[in-house]
């Protein structure tokens, strides 16, 4: 791998690892609705200026009905889970979660969109849930009923991901494909267009703490918005051109190790052996579902034989 893709891919990381941190400074103040809005509306703008910036002609042919509706599972649902989670769990623990993403794609896609179970495949997920279980149930947060709601949330995040995914295939790169810069873009308006309605619903019922906006809080809501959402996808997008989808999931096994370190390092949250051994499970379960899948047999010639020829007609 180029050293330049090994950095973007460290530097991705390090910023989605660290999104989970300003969930965590900015929930608790705000709501996890507020925060939300307040991201797909950063994320909306800033997206839009990198890509009026860096030229890219905004044609989405026929798809942008579909590009709007992927935002409402790849962007809004998910992002609203993750941050209602983040009234309760550490970082750390939501930044391990996160990586069960490819082994949620395992189970969608082979109970809804045709995908082949494998031994391997199927052995990740049994593992990854080990994982899961481990975490939660001997970290350092006390496995409350809050706790669990918190990570069914998480999980529920990732399995919009993992379908996510598979939508995308079926309604964009199977129609012929569109500018992946384009799809970010839209599928943040996507999310803006149904969460700003949701937020305003949510400010009529209950105040909204703005006056305890502190900086720390306003530089949180900016780093998710503009950091962790704009800037990111133009990363991974830059890296899906110049090292392929299958070797760029290898950043799902590096934000966990952000996540848990961010949360240490600025909040303050404990590190143990639970983070450890759930989080080498899921590592586990990763590799079993990420691998290449073997090479068909070649053909072998016999010593003093003739290679078969193709049959032409």
């Not at 900015?26 to 996890?32: D, I, Q, S, T, W």
């Not at 989405?60 to 992002?79: E, K, Q, T």
Request: one cysteine or more; a positive charge.
């Amino acid at each position: 791998m180029p050293l330049s893709s090994l950095f973007r891919m460290f530097l991705l990381a390090a910023i989605w690892g660290g999104s989970f941190i300003f969930l965590r400074v900015a929930v608790p103040v705000l709501g996890a609705v507020p925060v939300t809005a307040v991201r797909v509306v950063l994320a909306s703008a800033g997206l839009y200026l990198l890509l009026l910036a860096m030229r890219v002609p905004r044609d989405y042919r026929d798809r942008l009905p579909a590009i709007l509706l992927l935002g409402v599972m790849n962007s809004g649902v998910p992002f609203l889970l993750f941050a209602s989670a983040a009234t309760v769990l550490p970082a750390g623990y939501s930044a391990i979660l996160n990586a069960t993403v490819p082994l949620m794609g395992v189970i969608i896609g082979g109970l809804a969109f045709n995908e082949r179970f494998t031994a391997s495949k199927i052995a990740g997920v049994l593992i990854g849930f080990g994982g899961v279980v481990v975490l939660a149930g001997a970290g350092p947060v006390e496995p409350t009923l809050a706790v669990s709601a918190g990570v069914l949330a998480c999980l529920l995040a990732t399995l919009c991901y993992g379908t996510a995914s598979f939508l995308t295939r079926r309604w964009i790169t199977e129609r012929g494909g569109l500018d992946n810069r384009l799809v970010a873009l839209g599928s943040q308006a996507g999310a803006m267009l149904t969460l700003l309605p949701v937020a305003a619903v949510y400010a009529a019922t209950q105040p909204i703490a703005w006056q305890a906006t502190d900086a720390k809080v306003g530089a949180s809501l900016l780093a998710l918005g503009l950091l962790c959402t704009s800037v990111a996808y133009i990363l991974y997008f830059r890296l899906l051109a110049d090292i392929g989808p299958l070797r760029s999931l290898t950043v799902t096994f590096l934000i966990p190790v952000f996540g848990v370190f961010w949360g240490w390092l600025w909040l303050g949250e404990p590190a143990g052996w639970a983070h450890l051994a759930g989080g080498s499970l899921i590592a586990v379960a990763l590799w079993l579902v990420l691998r290449p899948s073997p090479a068909p047999p070649q053909t072998v010639v016999p010593v003093g034989g003739v290679e078969p020829r193709p049959d032409v007609r």
